[in-house]
């Protein structure tokens, strides 16, 4: 039976909808959970908004302030939508899209809503919500329940016809050489859901530690604090009073002692000799931004430096001595909140890798041991990963899909499944043997490809089979896919990429490493349009044979914009591809220029493939609406609808490390980074030709130079953040902006440095070690991108405590959480997100952004301790991976 259509509009959250309506309404946190009670009834809805989803947490703080919080969520939610409330009376249908939720619904009946799944809920009905973990859904409203018409099933059966005999290539075997040592990999990531047990994921920077919310109950309808509260507030302020007491006696000794300027080392020794952190005989002791009124901003810095802030079981907080030393060499215990945000990985770099195999493989056996377990248990590890790709790093590469299957084809690798990543032969990659041949028929003759290998190994029995497809199609010196001079693609790439899909498909059958094939019983990834072509040639040309019964086949989607379309009269699906005429209903595709007569091998894959995965939810989402599926949008709410399409948020690379960073000056940690930043700071200002000035905001940019990064945004706006207008704000700015692309962008870069020559620093080009630099240094980074299908800098910048402004779509709203109300998320926001790809939508939220770091500095350095906490550990992405893979693999395939 079809569900109800949605007629109405998705509302933000459930907090939300519940404050609105005035609902007699009861949260608390019980038991690890949050858990709310509510009469589901007549709420208010808002107008549709471009990305719906919102997480919990932007509406569900870990403080009760009463009333006042409720009007500050509905305030939030509605300049979140740009929308006046509306107040129909209305069912909902309630989609999850991260995480899960369970409700109690007629007093008994327990029903549990997971990724994916929705529940119809009727106007007037009672129901108990419960989260025990990080969640994000949509809330649908259905003024009527008139049902779903005109929806056309894209997953019809296509009419049944005579499958193409599968023939075994002729493999010409030779013997393998001996495995050449291997080059350096990286382990970068490809997403990040954090999990607290093997069952339940938990995206990364969706909540606070569990330690951190609030305990006993709590009701929104009253606001008053209980005298206990009070009590434990004037218990509080004594503890206040006496800890500042301290700190001020221990400057003035220090003073008195004939010190000018008191150094952190003086302070620390003080405080020792004092009894450890200064805190209060009781252990209450008063955070550096409370304290800081009274004194100066120099004996700030040094209080912040030498104390760290943890979350007690009971929510309150306490302080410990900091050594500044990393976690991994530090004698303090390790059991800490300090201890727990040492050593944060991050993501996975878009352009280069700077650590080789072996450092890597060191920093993540520290993160290992220390604090980072796999936690989901992969349930399917003995079967062999089979990775495609267009292009592989350190190999080949061109952005993020070669980092990110990079990325595969370590981590699935180190989680113990036999991998194999299958790439082009571009070039005479050093260390690779040939180790077999194989004929491939295509475009109406027979074509022969070599197979060149080499093996990575990672320890402990664990590696990759890096193998690359040889044709003289892949010799091309000019670009990966075309000649950037004369822009467009190669001729030929339709050709160039079928006889990779099909090479792919042929090495798991032919080729002898280490002593054995990998087999039929395999599941393939495949990536973007390049390898769309792997599922239809999986089915139509193997699995009709009865070859590959058992294998199953993930369709990875990086970016949308590129879909890889080609006049289908021009191509012949059996001619040239070599494919039975009923392989045309799934490759038929819509192009403006060629209309129908179009064949669109991205379409194909994502139709035919087991399962779709791809960089974050919020894109996940974004690309079932015409505008982000680019004409796609219908074939992937048909794959949503059977819960095969899924959104798993990137993951960075281990090195990403503020604590262990070797590229940076200075290093820190969450504990401790004011200090160091500085110095970063004024590193890079000398380094570039920038005047030395601590008090300017550092805005930094490191990206591709083209419209879709928002690049022009950022143009027309310097000279308004160049001009001091007597605000505070404008005019106390510099910029440092590094990328490569179009001609027009690059010039627009350089004529910018040449008006503001000491305040505008260009690169033109990239510099790998001067991203980590900058990282470190600045003190915002923009990142307005017009569509961001998961983004990666920005990720980057938070675990170096610099704050990200972004515009609010794809990835970019996923891994940053806006502060949208200073009062309400100060304590989750982690960067500032702008809606509109315009230049005044951005220089709103700019100015906020360079507003609070002029003039409200406790408030910027709350949100630098938020962004630093962010956790965007790759292994954590891959829980999730693995448990795609299990559901795949015990689900029906999708046809064949």
């Known amino acids: 039976s079809k569900r109800p259509r949605p007629v109405g509009v998705p509302c933000p959250s459930l907090r939300c909808a519940a404050s609105c309506a005035g609902l007699r309404a009861r949260t608390r946190w019980a038991s690890g959970q949050w858990e709310m009670v509510a009469d589901h009834g007549v709420v208010k809805a808002v107008s549709i908004m471009s990305t719906p989803a919102l997480n919990i947490f932007e509406y569900f703080g870990t403080e009760s302030s009463g009333d006042t919080r409720l009007s500050a969520c509905v305030a939030s939610a509605t300049e979140r939508c740009g929308q006046a409330f509306q107040e129909p009376e209305f069912d909902e249908y309630v989609l ?187 252990g209450s002791s008063s955070s550096p931004s409370i304290v800081g009124e009274c004194l100066e901003p120099s004996q700030v810095e040094i209080l912040e430096a030498t104390t760290t802030y943890t979350v007690s079981s009971n929510g309150t907080s306490t302080s410990n001595p900091c050594h500044n030393l990393p976690e991994y060499i530090s004698s303090s215990s390790g059991s800490g909140e300090a201890g727990a945000l040492m050593g944060r990985a991050t993501s996975l770099s878009a352009f280069e890798q700077l650590l080789d195999n072996d450092g890597l493989l060191v920093l993540r056996s520290r993160l290992e041991q220390e604090e980072r377990p796999v936690r989901y248990g992969a349930k399917h590890l003995s079967t062999p990963i089979v990775i495609v790709s267009s292009e592989i790093h350190p190999w080949s590469k061109t952005g993020g899909l070669a980092m990110v299957t990079g990325s595969f084809a370590y981590e699935f690798a180190m989680r113990g499944h036999r991998t194999m990543a299958v790439s082009p032969y571009y070039s005479r990659f050093e260390g690779c043997k040939m180790v077999g041949r194989a004929k491939v028929w295509l475009d109406g003759q027979e074509h022969e490809v070599r197979y060149y290998h080499q093996r990575q190994e990672y320890g402990a029995g664990k590696g990759c089979d890096y193998v690359f497809v040889d044709h003289h199609s892949y010799h091309r010196t000019e670009g990966l896919y075309g000649d950037p001079k004369r822009g467009g693609e190669y001729e030929d790439n339709l050709f160039r990429f079928s006889l990779l899909s099909i090479a792919a498909l042929e090495a798991p059958l032919v080729l002898e490493l280490a002593g054995s094939t990998y087999g039929q019983d395999v599941c393939f990834i495949a990536n973007d349009w390049q390898t769309g072509l792997l599922p239809v040639y999986l089915l139509h040309k193997y699995k009709r044979s009865n070859v590959y019964r058992n294998a199953r086949c993930l369709m990875v989607l990086h970016n949308m914009g590129y879909q890889g ?112 930043k500085r110095k970063c700071k004024a590193a890079l200002q000398k380094e570039l030709g920038l005047i030395p000035d601590p008090d300017v905001a550092l805005l930094g940019f490191c990206g591709r130079l083209c419209y879709q990064k928002g690049v022009h945004l950022i143009t027309e706006i310097i000279p308004w953040l160049m001009t001091d207008t007597g605000n505070g704000v404008n005019g106390r700015v510099q910029i440092l902006l590094m990328g490569k692309g179009d001609s027009n962008s690059e010039d627009q870069l350089r004529s910018a440095e040449g008006c503001y020559r000491g305040r505008v620093c260009s690169f033109v080009g990239f510099k790998a070690e001067l991203e980590h630099k900058m990282m470190a240094a600045c003190d915002l980074l923009l990142m307005p991108s017009q569509y961001e299908p998961c983004g990666l800098p920005q990720m980057y910048a938070q675990q170096y405590a610099t704050l990200p402004v972004v515009h609010e779509t794809g ?86």
Not at 213 to 219: F, I, L
Not at 831 to 853: C, P, T, V
Not at 879 to 891: K, P, V
Request: proline share 6%.
């Open 811 to 896: 990835g970019l709203k996923d891994s940053v959480r806006g502060l949208f109300d200073e009062a309400h998320s100060a304590k989750s926001a982690t960067g500032f997100l702008f809606s509109g790809f315009n230049s005044n939508k951005f220089m709103e939220r700019l100015y906020q952004a360079l507003d609070i770091f002029h003039n409200k500095k406790a408030l910027f350095k709350q949100l630098q301790e938020n962004a630093i906490k962010s956790d965007y550990y790759w292994p954590h992405a891959m829980d999730e991976y693995e448990r795609q893979i299990d559901l795949t693999l015990e689900e029906l395939p999708t046809c064949g």
């Open 96 to 282: 999850v899209t991260s995480g899960r939720v369970e409700l109690v619904r007629g007093g008994n009946e327990r029903t549990v809503v997971s990724q994916g799944e929705g529940v119809l809920l009727k106007a007037g009905e009672r129901v108990t919500w419960t989260w025990p973990e990080a969640c994000q859904y949509v809330i649908i409203c259905l003024p009527s329940l008139a049902p779903e018409d005109g929806i056309e099933d894209l997953a019809a059966a296509t009419p049944e016809a005579q499958p193409q005999a599968y023939e075994p290539s002729l493999v010409v075997a030779e013997e393998a050489a001996a495995q050449a040592s291997p080059e350096p990999r990286p382990a970068d990531g490809a997403c990040n859901l954090q999990t607290d047990s093997e069952e339940d994921p938990e995206p990364a920077g969706a909540w606070p530690s569990p330690e951190q919310a609030p305990s006993g109950e709590r009701s929104l309808s009253d606001g008053a604090r209980s005298a206990g509260a009070r009590d434990a507030d004037a218990e509080e302020m004594h503890a206040k009073q006496v800890y500042l007491k301290k700190v001020q006696d221990i400057f003035a000794e220090l003073e008195q002692d004939g010190n000018q300027e008191v150094s952190l080392t003086q302070f620390k020794r003080a405080m020792k000799a004092r009894g450890g952190s200064g805190g209060s005989s009781s």
């Open 565 to 676: 379309k080609y006049r289908k009269s021009r191509y012949p699906c059996d001619r040239f591809l070599g494919l039975p005429r009923e392989a045309e209903r799934v490759l038929q595709g819509e192009d403006i220029n060629y209309r129908s007569d179009c064949i669109n091998l991205l379409g194909a894959g994502i139709q035919l493939a087991d399962r779709v995965l791809t960089v974050s939810p919020n894109y996940a989402l974004e690309m079932q609406t015409p505008d982000g599926g680019h004409g796609l949008h219908r074939v992937l709410r048909e794959k949503a609808g059977r819960r095969r399409l899924v959104g798993i948020l990137n993951g960075i690379s281990d090195e990403w490390n503020p604590a262990t960073d070797p590229h940076i000056p200075a290093n820190y940690n969450a504990a401790d980074f004011t200090i160091s």
